[in-house]
């Protein structure tokens, strides 16, 4: 019985935690229309250098951050955030495939004060962004 009792509780508390953790994802297509449109927004990749060279988003703000788990990645960010700060415009995040990477880069620039009502992350990331005229 106690067993049973233990389950259901770290099923809740994981469900819990599962839904406490949402994030503004954005689709490929919307990020189209909203570049072809001419729409100012800050994208910022996230990916390593030598991931960034091979393949980004024209316009894109290269941090070098990835994984953003560390001080030294995160410091790597500091100076993106207090540029994007000054203004309204929407944040794309961009990583490798919309994971982990761009989810620790959300909740650093959230803790930042970036309101996440701006804050979105591009589902997918750059790997399966299908806009290949939109890259360099």
């Known amino acids: 019985?106690?067993?049973?009792?233990f389950v259901l509780f770290f099923l809740v508390f994981f469900i819990n935690s599962l839904e406490a953790q949402n994030y503004n994802y954005l689709k490929a297509e919307v990020l189209k229309k909203w570049v072809d449109s001419g729409k100012k927004i800050h994208i910022i990749d996230v990916q390593k250098d030598e991931?960034?060279?091979?393949?980004h988003?024209?316009?894109?703000?290269?941090?070098?951050?990835?994984?953003?788990?560390?001080d030294q990645d995160k410091?790597?960010?500091?100076?993106?955030?207090?540029?994007?700060?000054?203004d309204n415009l929407e944040i794309v995040i961009v990583c490798p495939r919309g994971g982990g990477a761009a989810k620790n880069t959300y909740e650093y620039m959230r803790s930042r004060g970036?309101?996440?009502?701006?804050?979105?992350?591009?589902?997918?990331?750059?790997?399966?962004?299908?806009?290949k005229e939109m890259c360099l």
């Open 51 to 55: 991931d960034f060279n091979k393949k």
């Open 1 to 5: 019985m106690q067993r049973i009792l």
């Open 75 to 86: 410091a790597k960010l500091d100076r993106i955030v207090e540029k994007v700060k000054s």
């Open 114 to 131: 970036i309101e996440e009502k701006r804050l979105y992350i591009l589902e997918g990331g750059i790997q399966e962004f299908p806009y």
């Open 57 to 70: 988003l024209k316009g894109s703000i290269a941090t070098g951050a990835y994984p953003v788990k560390s």
